[in-house]
């Protein structure tokens, strides 16, 4: 952090001063609506509180140990929330690789891109420092590379890029547990937002500042009660500072509202709204002198409103087992740049799920671009080394257009921690249904796995085969208008996880197409990562201390990331990037210093995108239980 410290306090002031003016309005309408639930569900409570307070009159003080000791005893007392959809099991093993919210804390990642990035063969798109675009390219599959679903609903990209979502623009202190589902060509992203499961209230603050004004504030507050009545609030407010360039400042105020009743776990009503503004600067370089603007500005809001009823029969529901029914209904619009766009779904799922076996379907409506997406799929465990699952996909685009097409998987789980995989995707998509130009295409994707796991060593090695595809490129980087459609193409991908002490862990993963590299992603790409983790538990034996050190180098070859717009292969240079965490953790307070490009290279994600050397942030968290 730069500057004295009174100036450091003084720029905190003021930059808290600005975030809370902005949301005075949205804070203080927000609770005004919940005041009725929690009115209700304070009731008894408060005839407790006035009796004690008359009571008070009689006696010098109230018993505050008694009292606390109380509220302490909610910490213990779990309530019904709603069951995670859209990811019911069994599934195969080496399919899915799942983050909870342990793993998002402390999992070296400002950014959901920067989890996605921890995803053999995932290669970002980074448009520069916290805040710019993180497009993922899989399987050079460009645009159609991933799919994301928020809670359940499929979230649709909107406004200036229609064609692929950013994940930069997540807040990832609103999500509480991220499953990514791989295939070949394709990973499917599935978000969860927070689900408070306690009687005691949790509440969380976070503070971050680093180099040139970089800051962020985070806020949140969840509270359950007894009757089933719960609600959830939280603020993020992101400012991103130009560095190395021009201009390239981004900032971002993301609001996360939630009000639920679950009163059991047979039936649950929730309602939620997620309002994100990003401001994006134009991204302009120096040119020989000259400022050339390399990257759009755009200011806009998007708002994502959801409410949800799930109904659930059998006497396991609270497991998860049983029929269950989710109903939706959403509303996204996109308001900036220009442009005024709503979409609008409506649709919901049918599960019934026993311990071995799972059937399902979901259908939805949405009114832009896509009116029909309809979903079977199963999953059956007869035995226990074997898994099976299948997903049948049949969606009707505007222009009479259809996508239909099977992601099928099996796998063996067998003893010692051996596992075989394979998986495949057959069938026709349309990589880009907003463009109502664009056909559809066929799709022959295979991908077979093998891994092994123990305590101290494993290993994941895969064999792709992907099809011909044409994908579209992204509206974040005007320069590359398109791709070379990519033929059909093999990939190699490898990981590796080492342990030689219990808090030493070693790991890396590798991925390389062979032939002819698809535009988009480069070849012979690696990520490797030392990590120390410890709890000093000789000097600290609660475990009320944690302790993490890591230090990752992200690596590629030269390749072709794309085509100008003279139709002409533009070249990615081969490059290096290092990337350090120090992370202490005492009992709820955590501490942590997160620096990037500890090599100060001009090399680039993206040609002409520079990302700052030695970037680095500062910040503190700290929750709360009761």
Known sequence: MNGRPGAVILSIAKDLSAWFHRLRFTFVLVPLMLIPLVVLAQIPQEEEDSAAIQDSLYRDSLNTTARFLKEQQQVNVRVPTFPLVGVEGPRPALTRIVFNRDSIEWGHAATVGDLLLQVPGVYLWRG?????????????????????????????????????????????????????????????????????????????????????????????????????????????????????????NYSNTQLWAQGSYIPSPHFGLQYQLIRSAPNRRPFVISDAGVDDTIGPRYKVTRTDAQIRLSLSGG????????????????????????????????????????????????????????????????GWNPIPPFTMSAELVHQRHFGGRNSDYADLAAG??????????????????????????????????????????????????????????????????????????????????????????????????????????????PPTHSLSAATIRSKFLRQFPSGIFDLK??????????????LDSL?????????????????????????????????????????????????SNFGVRWEFLN
């Open 128 to 248: 520069g420092y916290i805040g710019r675009p993180e497009l993922v390219d899989y399987h050079g599959r460009g645009n159609a590379s991933a799919e994301y679903y928020l809670d359940g609903m499929p979230y649709v990209s909107m406004g200036v890029d229609s064609l692929a979502v950013d994940p930069a623009l997540f807040s990832i202190s609103f999500l509480d547990r991220i499953e990514v589902e791989r295939g070949p060509g394709q990973i499917k992203v599935y978000l969860f937002t927070r689900r408070h499961d306690r009687l005691a209230p949790r509440s969380r603050i976070a503070i971050a500042r680093g180099d040139a004004n970089f800051a962020r504030y985070e806020a949140s507050l969840e509270r359950r009660f007894a009757s089933g009545i719960g609600f959830g609030l939280g603020a993020d407010y992101l400012s991103s500072p130009t560095v190395a360039v021009r201009s390239s």
């Open 315 to 378: 006497s396991r529901a609270a497991e998860g087992l049983g029929t269950r029914a989710d109903l939706f209904y959403s509303r996204s619009a996109w308001d900036g740049a220009g442009l005024d766009q709503q979409d609008n779904q409506i649709g919901g799922y049918l599960t019934v799920r026993t311990p071995t076996f799972t059937l399902g379907g979901s259908a939805f409506h949405r009114t832009r671009w896509t009116p029909l997406d309809t979903r079977g799929n199963i």
């Open 412 to 521: 063996l789980q067998l003893a010692r921690g051996l596992a075989i995989t394979g998986t495949a995707r057959l069938g026709k998509l349309v990589a880009a249904p907003a463009i109502l130009t664009d056909s559809t295409q066929d799709v022959r994707d295979f991908q077979g796995a093998l891994a092994w796991s123990r305590a101290r060593l494993g290993f994941q090695v895969s064999y792709a085969r992907t099809s011909e595809f044409t994908p579209f490129a992204y509206a974040d980087f005007p320069r590359i208008i398109g791709f070379a459609t990519a033929p059909e193409t093999e990939w190699i991908t490898a990981s590796v996880r080492l342990a030689p002490l219990q808090w030493i862990t070693l790991e890396s993963w590798y991925s390389d197409p062979r032939g002819t590299t698809p535009d988009g992603v």
């Open 549 to 562: 050190l890591r230090l990752s180098v992200e690596s590629w070859g030269r390749g072709t990331i794309g």
């Open 567 to 615: 139709g002409t292969s533009v070249t990615l240079k081969g490059a290096t990037f290092f990337r350090s965490l120090i992370q202490i953790q005492l009992d709820r307070f955590t501490i942590y210093w997160d620096r990037g490009n500890l090599s100060a290279t001009k090399l680039t994600y993206v040609p002409g995108f520079r990302i700052p050397g030695y970037g």
